[in-house]
Structures are given as C-alpha cells and as structure tokens.
C-alpha cells in the first residue's frame, strides 16, 4: 500500500519563509548551484542534464512536492526570492529518524539564516512528524557545515570513512553528527 505524500507545509523563520520551490526559482537556483561552496559539496549540482536550468528544474521537481520519506523547503529571502535550502530525508517512521541536509546561497550567509532554517526543519521533524533521531552527515572538509551542525545542536558522533560522494566526483569522510528529539533545543536567534 503506498502511503499518499504529506502536504507541503510553510515555515516562517522570523520574516523569512520556507516553501516549496516552483519553477518561477529556476534562474535563483541556477546562480545558487553554480557558486563553488555549493557545487564542491552539493551532488545536485553536478547532476547530468543537457543545461544549469534543465538541472535546476529537476532539482525542483524533485523536492516540489514531499513524499513519505522526505520533505523540502526552499528558504526565500525577505523579497522572495529563494537563497537556501533545507530538506529532511531519508525520513523512516517506523524507526522515528531521518537526515538533515542543506545549503545556503551567498546571499543568504552571515545572517544566521542558515542556523535558523535547518533548526526550524529539524523542530518540525520532531513536533510534526514524531521523529526521534536526526542525523546530518557532512564532507569532513566542510567546516562551515560543522559549524552550522554544532549550533544547531547536532552532537558530533564520529567520522564514516569514505562515505559520500559530493559534487566534486569524489568520495568523502564524513562527520556524523546527531540530535535528539529530547535533547535540550539550542537558543538560535532570529536570522537578520
């Protein structure tokens, strides 16, 4: 029996929103896919496709509309337009965990905007679908994402060996962190 897809559901991060992305963020996600901090540790961005917008347009396919194993917010900026992504995947109810990954656009950093959207995707991992664990695994090499990981209150728990490969072709180690549904929740301030 196959379970029918959950409704997307909005956040809001103080005046910022999260949705799901249209075709209307193809040229917003073109740019954001083609910047080198997200290219190098991203695999979308070096998905095989005839063009940057044909790749853009799966990617927002793919995460449009959510399923029972994951579910995607595109984070838009006060205008609008999209500069970040957070997704929960690899999401299994009967054992309560999931993965957390995202990215932000350059202009969507050093704002704590970043912090703020993955804590509001984990909060609705743990409130609204019942989730116990989360995961989020990142390339041992990108520190910017530990960073991120360890103020969202993702302990670290070890390194899996050759684990991933990203966008730039190769494999990675990569750091697992972890957090818990009753784990204390961290004091992330509102993105500026």
Request: aromatic residues 8%; charged residues 25%.
């Amino acid at each position: 029996m196959t379970e029918t897809p959950p409704d997307v559901v909005a956040l809001r991060v103080g005046d910022y929103v999260m949705d799901a992305p249209t075709s209307d963020d193809a040229d917003d996600l073109v740019r954001a896919l083609a910047d080198p901090d997200i290219a190098v540790w991203n695999p979308a961005a070096s998905m095989s496709a005839a063009s940057p917008r044909e790749r853009a347009l799966r990617w927002i396919e793919d995460r449009a509309a959510w399923a029972p194993d994951h579910a995607s917010w595109v984070v838009r900026d006060r205008d609008g337009h999209l500069v970040g992504a957070v997704s929960l995947h690899h999401i299994d109810d009967v054992m309560a965990t999931a993965e957390i990954g995202y990215w932000m656009a350059p202009d969507g950093r050093e704002r704590g905007l970043g912090a703020a959207a993955t804590d509001a995707a984990t909060r609705f991992g743990f409130e609204q679908r019942g989730l116990v664990r989360i995961e989020l695994f990142h390339a041992v090499e990108n520190e910017a994402s530990c960073r991120l990981a360890t103020r969202c209150g993702f302990l670290h728990e070890g390194t899996t060996r050759s684990s991933f490969v990203y966008g730039d072709g190769t494999r990675h180690d990569e750091h697992l962190h972890g957090r818990l549904a009753s784990d204390p929740y961290p004091d992330i301030p509102l993105p500026r």
